[in-house]
T-cell receptor, first 116, second 112 residues
């Protein structure tokens, strides 16, 4: 079992749909992350939130829109996605701040996204 | 920039030891992590080591760090079929960005 919970586990959507991915953690972590992972590849960082503020956006297309409504929740809103966006989307959390930079990230099990 | 290298595949017989290797280039790397990813799942943190340590042991897992050669290894004793997965090495440098850099992952295949 993972302490970072992601829903849904699987999502199939058309290119004109709007959907959201959700992530929740109750470990008191104040840094939360979205990663995209293609098969047999390492995760690629998309966004980082620190203390509920967006701190890193790795030049992600605007069809991906992150949101951090509170310290436990992280959403990823999807709109007008392309077939190449099909991937496993992973959420992670960790302690925030440079004094905690030794603390590891904890990952959820991901949402498997397929774009038709 | 940082670079983390791993071999892509390792095949071992059940009951043998597995050794997964990782090299990194950033000499200021202070924190090094091993993650396991089973099919259809996320990344599970297995263990981590700080650069002021040479070795860390946790049950069947032994991590060795050679700072001079910037080489990290993960040894799994008595490898079982349930250990079949992709293993990612990751490093993180102090200060600045606290985002880890991941290696490409090593696929461990355990056969009877």
């Amino acid at each position: 079992d993972t302490e970072v919970t992601q829903t849904p586990k699987h999502l199939v959507m058309g290119m004109t749909n709007k959907k959201s991915l959700k992530c929740e953690q109750h470990m008191g972590h104040r840094a939360m992350y979205w990663y995209k992972q293609k098969a047999k590849k390492p995760p690629e960082l998309m966004f980082v939130y620190s203390y509920e503020k967006l701190s890193i956006n790795e030049s992600v297309p605007s069809r991906f829109s992150p949101e951090c409504p509170n310290s436990s929740l992280l959403n990823l809103h999807l709109h007008a996605l392309q077939p190449e966006d099909s991937a496993l989307y992973l959420c992670a959390s960790s302690q925030a701040g440079t004094e905690n930079s030794n603390q590891p990230q904890h990952f959820g099990d991901g949402t498997r996204l397929s774009i038709l | 920039g940082e670079d983390v290298e791993q071999s892509l595949f390792l095949s071992v017989r059940e009951g043998d030891s597995s050794v997964i290797n990782c090299t990194y280039t950033d000499s200021s790397s202070t924190y090094l992590y091993w993650y396991k990813q089973e099919p259809g799942a996320g990344l599970q943190l297995l263990t981590y080591i700080f650069s002021n340590m040479d070795m860390k042991q946790d049950q069947r897992l032994t991590v060795l760090l050679n700072k001079k050669d910037k080489h990290l290894s993960l040894r799994i004793a008595d490898t079982q079929t349930g250990d079949s997965a992709i293993y990612f090495c990751a490093e993180r440098s102090p200060g600045g960005s606290y985002i880890p850099t991941f290696g490409r992952g090593t696929s461990l295949i355990v056969h009877p």
